[in-house]
């Protein structure tokens, strides 16, 4: 089993729609988790970290069940600039050492 | 946020030689990683670059291939040894800790785009 889990998609989407990306991690250890945005050719760069309070920001939410292990991502009212590749990366031991779900792939039509 | 460069940007290797890529921030960071990127794969992490002392490593990544150095706070070097065409990927550096932009957040370098013929 995969430390991190995410669908790769790819998800197709008209522009305005809303998305929801899940992940799931296998170590109930881990500490802190974060959504990251990579565009194509480009380096990783951090979305939103993720509380389990959950947290919002304009147009995207992020929510942790820490008992289920699960993470999710929502995007509202999806911009033709919002298509990338969304990481699930969690964080096991607070260390900095990051594991990388194998990515989501969004795509936003006209 | 930092500001990192890498070197080379990009490269096209023979099979058997060795290449040094460079990673530059512009501010002192507590930490630094080395990851790679295979085609069509997410990041793996490859080793942890300790100032001072000698790399940690993860699984699968071994000191003779990918020899690192960390001279300082602000600098980091990862050479890949002996190459294959399998080690044809985007190497990345990635830093956390530092006193103007927090501890928590880790922010990645550009990459550098390998293709071993």
């Known amino acids: 089993r995969k430390e991190v889990e995410q669908d790769p998609g790819p998800f197709n989407v008209p522009e305005g729609a809303t998305v929801a990306f899940n992940c799931t991690y296998s170590n109930s250890a881990s500490q802190s988790f974060f959504w990251y945005r990579q565009d194509c050719r480009k380096e990783p760069k951090l979305l939103m970290s993720v509380y389990s309070s959950g947290n919002e920001d304009g147009r995207f939410t992020a929510q942790l069940n820490r008992a289920s292990q699960y993470i999710s991502l929502l995007i509202r009212d999806s911009k033709l600039s919002d298509s990338a590749t969304y990481l699930c990366?969690?964080?096991?031991?607070?260390?900095?050492?990051?594991?990388f779900g194998q990515g989501t792939t969004l795509q936003v039509k006209p | 946020s930092a500001v990192i460069s890498q070197k080379p940007s990009r490269d096209i290797c023979q099979r058997g030689t060795s290449l040094t890529i460079q990673c530059q921030v512009d501010?002192?960071?507590?930490?630094m990683f080395w990851y790679r990127q295979q085609p069509g794969q997410s990041l793996t992490l490859i080793a942890t670059a300790n100032q001072g002392s000698e790399a940690t490593y993860e699984s699968g990544f071994v000191i003779d291939k990918f020899p690192i150095s960390r001279p300082n706070l602000t600098f980091s070097t990862l050479t890949v040894s002996n190459m294959s065409p399998e080690d044809s990927s985007i190497y990345l550096c990635?830093?956390?800790?530092?006193?103007?932009?927090?501890?928590?957040?880790?922010?990645f370098g550009p990459g550098t785009r390998l293709t071993v013929l």
């Open positions: 990366v969690v964080n096991p031991s607070n260390t900095g050492k990051l594991i």
């Open positions: 501010s002192q960071v507590t930490m």
């Open positions: 990635s830093v956390v800790g530092s006193l103007e932009w927090g501890t928590d957040t880790q922010y």
